[in-house]
């Protein structure tokens, strides 16, 4: 019988010890810890290397999704299991677009969640019904999204400082390439966002997620 590692990140002590108490009783599962707090919990799944965390998205410190994204941007073995009471279209699709595995309402039942622990621990993926729809809600209104424009990463950076208020010299010095440089990526910048200043560029960029 294969046994999977779980850690439990919530801020509810309540919650959390709950969910660990009644899991002493599933062969299956061996909770190896628990935090309230995504600060720790990031660091404990570091350490620990659980073969499934079941997270909420609002923790203090750190929230569940910089957990998240966090671990998978390090390419992190443990998958992860969201389990939170708040939903909208874009944190479902952000969450399972950053290596989620499995996405339950926290009204889900103790089987239910048991359930969806051992078939992410297994390989698999759980959606829950609720997010189904809003996923599929999200992935509609993307498609309706006229294509984002590909900028360059040079582009991006210089449209970053130019977003913070930065001159084209002090622009081309903080990157150490020529005022020239600078403003010949400005002018291709411009016409991929079909703009024609500085500041609708930088406008343009938040509007259509090129800058957060």
Known sequence: ??????????DHPVYREGLAQNWKNVPQIEVVGSAGDGKSA??????LKPDVAVMDLQLPE????????TL????????????TAYMDSKTVFRAFTHGARGFLEKAASFDEITDAVLRIG???????????????????TRQDTPKRPTLTAREVDILRLAADG????????????????????????YEKLEVSDRASA????IRRGILH
């Open 202 to 205: 930088v406008a343009q960029a």
């Open 166 to 189: 930065h001159s084209g010299q002090k622009i081309a010095n903080e990157l150490h390439i020529s005022l020239t440089t600078v403003k010949t990526h400005l002018q291709h910048i």
């Open 1 to 10: 019988m294969k046994i999977f590692t779980v850690f439990i990140a919530d």
């Open 42 to 47: 990031l660091a404990a799944i570091r350490e």
């Open 62 to 69: 750190l929230g569940g999704m910089e957990v998240l994204e």
């Open 122 to 140: 297994a390989g698999g993926t759980i959606i829950a019904p609720f997010a189904q729809d809003v996923l599929a809600r999200e992935l509609r």
């Open 72 to 83: 998978f941007a390090e390419a992190a073995p443990t998958s992860i299991l969201v389990l």
